[in-house]
């Protein structure tokens, strides 16, 4: 038989705060991070949700005096402080970082090598600075990284590899991102509106998210949250475009509620993908329909930091934990009317609902999607 894997603490830093109250509290208030941004390459202006350097530099001053970090490093040390802290690294211990371009403005920079910029690099000095004996594990899988980094980590918890995982998630918005976005013609000109009528495309963000999971059921206490069962599978429809018939989610989500060993109905709420992109929510609301989800509520948080791509997964996945935590549901902001062909139940007005069990789902480039199933402790 598996053992159980709990999340019990969780952090993340994002443009509406440092810590997980702060946010929490922005998203009540309706705020968003999302704002009007110039001159970056070749762009004139862009709306983008951006972390100011200087409140980085700022709140990374009260925790460290080294400032050889980068700003993705800051935010990424500044999201796992608080977990270290509460919950000590030891030589069972695995440390996940999920990113898809990680230090990618490193490149073309004088003095800097090719190196500096890899994936793993940037791992294993993030795991050294936290004391890791283990070798970090990264997950880069387009913008499904940071749910699919969860699913790792369960996986490699319940294979008693390792008895308790440290997960941390980040991205940056850089000349990079902007410029590979805005090829596609795929960036909003106008803060997204996650499927609503009048979207036009992505809204980038940038943030850091981390998240404990573990076995020990001694540190397990009420409204922390059990992982239930998870999916990931491809639909290699194309590179950058989602299957018409949302094929690779609807799978996902039928393995996620498979190994859980639940049915559909006993979910209260999903936490979608959601980009604005016309293909990429219409693949959604179909998928949910062929497996009679669409009464259950769902929102996109991406009208609230944007896209953050490989962080996007685990950030949404820790906010949506505190809806339930506290049962309530959070508007989709930027959402007014329909504009998906099949019925979807987006939330419009924060709810006070009862929330026991919810769906966290991803889609990405390259036809990969995610699905995890979690579970509140009572």
């Not at 109250?21 to 951006?50: K, M, P, R, T, Y």
């Amino acid at each position: 038989m598996k053992k159980s894997v709990y999340i019990t603490y969780t952090n993340c830093v994002t443009p509406l705060g440092f810590d997980l109250e702060s946010n929490w509290i922005a998203l009540q208030n309706g705020h968003s991070g999302i704002e009007s941004h110039a001159d970056v390459g070749l762009l004139d202006s862009f709306f983008a949700s951006i972390i100011p350097n200087d409140k980085i530099d700022e709140a990374f001053a009260a925790v460290a005096q080294d400032e050889n970090f980068t700003k993705l490093e800051k935010m990424l040390i500044l999201a796992m402080k608080p977990l270290v802290e509460k919950h000590p690294v030891t030589s069972k211990s695995v440390f996940v970082f999920s990113t898809t371009k990680g230090n990618i403005s490193l490149l073309g920079k004088e003095n800097v090598s090719v190196e500096a910029a890899q994936l793993s690099v940037l791992a294993w000095k993030i795991s050294r600075y936290f004391g890791f004996a283990t070798e970090p594990i990264v997950v880069s899988n387009a913008c499904v990284s940071g749910v699919l980094a969860l699913a790792v980590a369960k996986r490699m918890l319940q294979a008693d590899i390792y008895d308790s995982a440290f997960v941390v998630a980040g991205d940056e918005v850089s000349e990079f991102v902007l410029s590979g976005f805005n090829s596609f013609q795929a960036m909003s000109e106008e803060p997204c509106k996650p499927y609503d009528a009048k979207r036009n495309g992505v809204t980038l963000g940038e943030a850091a998210a981390a998240a404990y999971l573990t076995v020990n059921e001694s540190e397990v206490q009420p409204n922390h949250f059990k992982i239930l069962g998870d999916g990931a599978v491809n639909d290699a429809n194309h590179i950058s475009g989602p299957s018409r018939t949302g094929e690779g989610l609807v799978r996902s989500i039928q393995s996620a509620l498979k190994e859980a060993q639940r049915k559909a109905e006993t979910i209260d709420y999903i936490s979608a993908h959601g980009t604005a992109t016309v293909y990429n929510d219409e693949m959604e609301a179909i998928a949910f329909n062929r497996l009679s989800l669409q009464q259950v509520p769902v929102n996109s948080l991406k009208g609230y930091y944007g896209h953050t791509l490989g962080a996007s997964g685990l950030l949404e996945t820790v906010l949506g934990m505190e809806s339930a935590r506290r049962n309530q549901l959070i508007v989709s902001k930027g959402y007014a009317a329909s504009g998906v062909t099949q019925p979807i139940n987006v939330i419009t007005a924060n709810e006070n609902r009862k929330i026991d069990c919810f769906l966290k789902t991803a889609s990405g480039f390259g036809g990969c999607n995610t699905a995890v199933l979690f579970e509140k402790v009572k």
